[in-house]
């Protein structure tokens, strides 16, 4: 086999791979066409890929119903048990809550504050009591 004849068959060969990527070039010139409609910066060629965090199991699953679209708790699961648990025991703080329901304390702010919001729970110093 002569040189001339490997460089035709590199050719043929690029000229392939280049027909098989032609329809993905396109989409991606009509993604960054919507994108930059949306106002979305594409990213840089040398820019690293997205890292996904992994999902979280939720430490408790007997009343937890998850969607199958995002795995995410479905209705107000969390929030139920923590009012339930300051009902239940006047007084309790949320690092209790938190140490009771396998959960980190900080994750519990946003529902007791939003709780506190509805005036189903009143905070005194750390306690958290009924509304």
Do not use: F
């Amino acid at each position: 086999m002569s040189v001339i004849d490997d460089l035709k068959g590199l050719e043929d060969r690029v000229a392939k791979r280049m027909s098989e990527l032609r329809p993905l070039v396109d989409e991606y010139r009509e993604l960054e066409q919507v994108a930059q409609r949306l106002g979305v910066t594409p990213p840089t060629a040398d820019a690293a890929p997205a890292r996904r965090r992994p999902a979280r199991r939720p430490t408790r699953t007997s009343d937890r119903a998850t969607t199958p679209a995002t795995g995410r708790a479905r209705g107000n699961g969390r929030r139920d048990q923590l009012l339930e648990m300051v009902k239940a025991r006047p007084g309790i703080t949320v690092r209790e809550v938190g140490t009771e329901l396998g959960v980190d304390p900080t994750s519990l702010y946003r529902i007791v504050h939003q709780l506190e919001k509805d005036g189903a729970v009143t905070k005194r110093g750390r306690e958290l009591l009924p509304g």
